[in-house]
């Protein structure tokens, strides 16, 4: 535990006496068997590690704030038991929990339902993350109807729910400096995973070699799990924007687009490049690739305190926009003005998804994405968010260029993406991932070498 853990959950405590006060309960996630006796890796639930520092599964945090400034942090986790320690690891156990992760009290996991009914007597409200796990929900349901039953004897059960997710979710979208370091690890981590694929990419490789080059360079840095399935797309491939590393073999003249990020310290990096297999851009590749990393340095031209979260899409679709009709994937005649293709939509041909992303603890992170509502504004009626030091997000625009009647035969089946995480700042923004070799000159350097 560091003590932003502790800050963190003081801080939700003051939240929930502003709204009078209740009982906060935040599980974190469970384990999932993959087949007979085996499970899948276990990664915590990222709300309860953001409150924690605590990794193992089997554990629930209860917040309870009182109104009138009391309040209690409890950790339930599972006990100390020597036999399934040979088995499976170390386990802290209640005392040690309370003590390593600063909590007021600590108890076993197994008491967690006859425990909780008590702690949630006599508490006007309830806060916790609705509809995200129905098989916790129907527990939660049930501590909710034992109370209930206490009703002649004078005990209330809470009359109100929050959804605890808002509030976590806006504590996560601002990063302090312990969380931007971690990022900037990870970012790190990752670009040199980036690096070695390229140096390790010729033709005749298959996409799932370079694919363990990247689980090679994270694991061996430090990293404990790739953040994303990684998509290493080769060819026509890279024109799938979801595609999952396959078993297709690099030609010599494929473009490679990689999309890759590994975990540090509970923390997401999120990095895309793309590259010439044979370590050289042909000149229809090189000329829309310069187009779509001019577009990203327009869009992170805009990332700067008090900018608006859609500024830097709005800046690359106009690059972008004017490429494609200098290139004849857009024809002028029938398309018009930059301004009609950016009035049409008629881009989104060639470029379908938006420019970036919340990141944080998960890859597409936490947090609202424009204003919250004033008067009878609903939706996309809402102002787009303005940006603060402490944000982090993708800037990721790309071209998609799939064989099609009246587009140049020349750029069929290029695909291309190149994607950074950028850290907002006091006075402007820190790219994260700027060790990932992105120019032309610098991709095909580390390809000679």
């Not at 520092?53 to 209860?62: R, T, W």
């Not at 490049?273 to 590749?285: D, I, L, M, V």
């Not at 603890?361 to 009626?381: I, K, L």
Request: glycine share 10%; hydrophobic share 40%.
């Amino acid at each position: 535990m560091t003590p932003s853990h502790a800050t963190r959950r003081a801080r939700l405590i003051t939240q929930m006496q502003q709204r009078g006060g209740g009982i906060a309960i935040i599980p974190t996630a469970r384990e999932a068997m993959r087949n007979s006796d085996a499970d899948y890796p276990y990664r915590h639930d990222s709300y309860f590690y953001y409150l924690s520092g605590f990794k193992e599964p089997e554990a629930v945090i209860v917040l309870a704030a009182g109104a009138d400034g009391t309040s209690r942090s409890i950790l339930f986790c599972r006990d100390k038991n020597a036999e399934r320690e040979i088995w499976d690891g170390f386990r802290y156990g209640p005392d040690a929990a309370r003590t390593a992760f600063g909590f007021d009290e600590a108890f076993g996991i197994d008491t967690l339902d006859a425990t909780l009914p008590t702690l949630m007597a006599d508490v006007p409200a309830l806060f916790y993350a609705v509809g995200r796990d129905e098989k916790f929900e129907a527990r939660v349901r049930g501590w909710l109807a034992s109370v209930r039953s206490q009703a002649r004897s004078g005990v209330d059960a809470p009359s109100l729910m929050h959804d605890i997710k808002p509030l976590l979710d806006e504590m996560r979208l601002i990063k302090d400096a312990s969380e931007i370091a971690l990022m900037r690890q990870a970012a790190t981590i990752s670009g040199g995973a980036h690096a070695r694929a390229m140096r390790m990419s010729a033709p005749g490789r298959t996409e799932y070699q370079i694919e363990a080059e990247l689980l090679h360079e994270f694991r061996y840095a430090g990293s404990e799990f790739p953040a994303y399935t990684s998509i290493v797309a080769a060819g026509a491939n890279a024109c799938v924007l979801h595609y999952a590393a396959g078993a297709t073999v690099m030609q010599d003249g494929d473009l490679v687009l990689i999309d890759a990020g590994c975990e540090y310290g509970g923390y997401a990096s999120d990095i895309t490049r793309t590259y010439p297999a044979n370590g050289r851009f042909s000149g229809p590749q090189k000329t829309l690739y310069e187009i779509v990393l001019a577009a990203q340095s327009a869009a992170i031209a805009t990332v700067r305190p008090g900018a608006a979260f859609n500024d830097g899409h709005d800046a690359a679709v106009r690059v972008l926009a004017e490429g494609m009709l200098e290139t004849g994937l857009l024809d002028r005649q029938k398309r018009g003005s930059v301004d009609d293709v950016i009035a049409s939509g008629s881009f989104r041909q060639f470029y379908m998804h938006r420019t970036g992303h919340w990141l944080g603890m998960d890859v597409h992170d936490v947090g609202d994405y424009r204003e919250a509502a004033t008067g009878a504004q609903t939706g996309a009626d809402r102002p787009w968010r303005c940006l603060q030091p402490g944000m982090v997000l993708t800037v990721e625009p790309g071209i998609y260029v799939r064989p099609a009647e009246g587009v140049p035969e020349q750029y069929w089946n290029i695909g291309i993406r190149i994607e950074d995480d950028v850290a907002i700042t006091a006075d402007g923004c820190e790219v994260l991932s700027a060790s990932a070799p992105k120019t032309v000159a610098e991709i095909e350097g580390v390809m000679r070498a």
